[in-house]
């Protein structure tokens, strides 16, 4: 019997003031130190991120629309919306550190995994007893992720495959128990010759280089792949329709991104920014007022996409062409978020005074450009939305 939703939100708010504070809007700004977006998780954001999510899972709020066999709670996607939004009065830890793994591996195991892969895993990356990453890009497959090079080679009796190869940009890599790997197969026709496969990144043959930034942090890994045995049950879909399960993996990629353009990320707490605006002093200035009316209507009408995207994944079970929207609409709302800043902080922005919250917007201006290469390229994602959802022709190769 499905529980009522004021039952469940009863339930969920329990939950919530259980493990952690409740937001309480001061109208004051937060005094938050840093604003990144590519500033590496600490082993502690880690730690904190496990431990909410195995409670939240323990207490039937980490799978809410996830089936009961797999520790799911079988509930309507209305429920996990409802949870959302009520989740955001607190201050839960970050999610980012299982964002991938949460957001990516789980959806694609659960699409294309064998009985014995989700038996194996689904369970544990829902409860974060299990942390996943994606092993996709290649140095010389970034954009064109269909040039990947690293082989899969098939055992004779067909039981096990051995893999070989380089994967780079692979975030959390470095603190992940199993990776998706996109790999070729076959040596053509083109899109036809891929295969995913699940491995474990702690199997003899997996190594892991953290790539450090100029920020000291290292979000992302190169991981390299030497004669890696993985099973045939760990195979995603069919041979040769590995393309298939990365533009699935991409699209829920796109979804968790895209997620952020309408305040998941936290940057977009409309009264945050209001209350930092007023103690900045610019509450009265015309160009502030028209830089913040972008940022809130941008994040209105991602709200409005997501909410479209969601009732399209519900009605029809994969993710539509809304992802690669929202993606764009990240890094369209992250771009007049640091218009913003910039016009209300003027010259502080670029000298660390010490005095809060002026300098430290810095990181975030230098970093928006970065957005717009991941999670694939915005010129992908508008070719993907222009050719593939409107029907529009293909670019003409220009003349030597």
């Not at 790999?183 to 199997?203: C, E, K, Q, W, Y």
């Not at 004669?227 to 699935?248: C, F, K, M, N, Y």
Request: proline residues 5%; contains cysteine.
């Amino acid at each position: 019997m499905t529980v009522s939703m004021e039952q469940f939100l009863d339930g969920a708010r329990a939950f919530l003031e259980k493990v952690c504070e409740q937001r309480t809007p001061s109208g004051k700004s937060t005094g938050k130190s840093r604003f990144a977006l590519f500033s590496g998780s600490t082993d502690d954001e880690i730690t904190d991120a496990v431990d909410y999510q195995r409670a939240a899972f323990d207490a039937g709020y980490g799978w809410i629309t996830g089936p009961v066999e797999y520790g799911g709670a079988g509930l309507p996607s209305a429920y996990e919306r409802a949870f959302a939004v009520t989740e955001r009065q607190y201050a839960i830890p970050s999610k980012g550190p299982l964002s991938v793994s949460l957001g990516m591996v789980a959806p694609t195991l659960a699409q294309f995994g064998s009985d014995d892969a989700k038996r194996r895993w689904l369970t544990g990356l829902r409860r974060a007893d299990v942390v996943g990453c994606q092993l996709f890009s290649e140095p010389a497959a970034g954009s064109d992720l269909a040039a990947v090079q690293a082989r899969a080679l098939r055992s004779e009796d067909g039981a096990q495959w051995r893999l070989n190869g380089q994967k780079v940009w692979t975030s959390g890599a470095h603190y992940s128990d199993i990776g998706i790997a996109l790999t070729r197969t076959a040596d053509g026709p083109r899109h036809r010759n891929l295969t995913a496969f699940v491995i474990d990144m702690s199997a003899p043959g997996v190594e892991v280089r953290p790539l450090r930034q100029i920020t000291g942090a290292a979000d992302f890994n190169e991981v390299f792949l030497t004669e890696v045995v993985v099973p045939d049950t760990w195979r995603l879909g069919e041979v040769g329709e590995g393309w298939s399960v990365a533009i699935a993996m991409l699209m829920h990629e796109r979804g968790a991104i895209g997620g952020s353009s309408s305040g998941g990320s936290g940057l977009f707490r409309m009264d945050d920014l209001a209350a930092w605006i007023a103690d900045a002093g610019g509450a009265d200035d015309p160009g502030v007022l028209e830089a913040f009316a972008k940022v809130y209507s941008g994040v209105t009408a991602a709200k409005a996409m997501r909410s479209r995207a969601d009732r399209n994944l519900k009605a029809n079970g994969v993710p539509g062409p809304e992802m690669s929207l929202g993606k764009l609409a990240l890094t369209a709302n992250l771009q007049a978020l640091s218009d913003l800043v910039s016009i209300v902080l003027g010259p502080k922005l670029i000298g660390d005074t010490g005095v809060p919250q002026t300098f430290a917007w810095s990181e975030l201006v230098l970093s928006v450009p970065g957005m717009r290469i991941g999670g694939g390229t915005d010129e992908i994602h508008r070719n993907t939305v222009a050719e593939r959802s409107l029907g529009l022709p293909k670019d003409v190769p220009a003349k030597a």
